[in-house]
């Protein structure tokens, strides 16, 4: 056996084994959106990432999932809208970063709630930023506000 190996498949071994695993599950689609709307019947498919909350046959409201990078690795997160396209609720689904997971505290994400797609949205302004999760928070907010965009008018 080569010095090389001698000395590097031990390390890498120990490596791999001390590597801890950051991603927690928090919720899943299905919980969200009951989360979002507990008096829905049911949640009908509008585009594949996307769901109508239907009590009977009236139209609750819209929830969406989507995908941010937070500094490195994938924050998955719903946002709901009601009728009127203004956001009702945001919960963080699956957080994959080693540290910044306060950007699921509900006090932050609280402060979606009411916006529009004339909002602002800026962290720094209207959105408080987080310490130590700065980047997570920067691309939550500017994908809250992409999905306003996109999907806000649609949750009618």
């Known amino acids: 056996m080569s010095d090389w190996v001698r000395w590097t498949l031990p390390v890498a071994a120990v490596a791999a084994a001390a590597s801890p695993a950051y991603a927690v599950v928090y919720m899943s689609v299905g919980a969200a959106q009951k ?3 507990p008096s829905a019947t049911q949640f009908v498919d509008y585009d594949g990432r996307s769901w ?3 009590a009977g046959d009236r139209l609750l409201g819209l929830v969406v999932l989507d995908h941010v990078i937070g500094k490195h ?3 998955d997160y719903t946002v709901a809208f009601d ?3 203004r956001v009702t609720k945001v919960d963080i689904l699956q957080y994959r970063e080693s540290y910044g997971g306060e950007v699921r505290e509900a006090g932050w994400l609280a402060q979606f709630v009411g916006k529009t797609g004339g909002s602002a949205l800026r ?3 209207d959105i408080r930023n987080i310490s130590g999760a700065t980047l997570s928070s920067r691309h939550l907010t500017e994908g809250i506000k992409r999905l306003l965009g996109t999907y806000g008018a649609k949750g009618r």
Do not use: D, H, N
């Open 52 to 54: 109508k909350a239907m």
């Open 35 to 37: 989360a979002a709307f």
């Open 123 to 125: 962290v720094g302004g």
């Open 73 to 75: 690795l994938y924050i």
């Open 83 to 85: 009728t009127s396209g």
